[in-house]
Nanobody, 123 residues
Framework: QVQLVESGGGLVQAGGSLRLSCVAS????????MGWFRQAPGKEREFVGA????????VYTDSVKGRFTISRDNAKNTVYLQMNSLKPEDAAVYYC????????????????WGQGTQVTVSS
């Protein structure tokens, strides 16, 4: 089990950037695949992107490809989501999640979830 805490959300103008961080407690962070999900008001939670435990494989949902970048620093127990060229439709609560099974986009494969951080994008 790991506990996850996201940070870095906030209000940004369309076209701007934010970097979200997710810090994990526990010494086994490097064994977990990490995912980012988001949920906008009135919508279902959706997959944003994910990175394997080694960082060797990274996948994104189509709507963020070329704009968002996931990275991780296992020495710091941290995974990042760099978000550039933000659009109003990117506004949501963003969650990081940790799991051992790698399907990337299936949220049921993630065993641990953070509390979320709010991203607001003004037009």
């Amino acid at each position: 089990q790991v506990q996850l805490v996201e940070s870095g959300g906030g209000l940004v103008q369309a076209g701007g950037s934010l970097r979200l961080s997710c810090v994990a407690s526990g010494r086994t962070f490097s064994f977990y695949n990490m995912g980012w999900f988001r949920q906008a008001p009135g919508k279902e939670r959706e997959f944003v992107g994910a990175i394997t435990w080694s960082g060797a494989s990274i996948v994104y949902t189509d709507s963020v490809k070329g704009r968002f970048t996931i990275s991780r620093d296992n020495a710091k127990n941290t995974v990042y989501l760099q978000m550039n060229s933000l659009k109003p439709e990117d506004a949501a609560v963003y969650y990081c999640a940790a799991g051992h099974t790698w399907t990337a986009a299936r949220d049921s494969d993630y065993e641990n979830w953070g509390q979320g951080t709010q991203v607001t994008v003004s037009s």
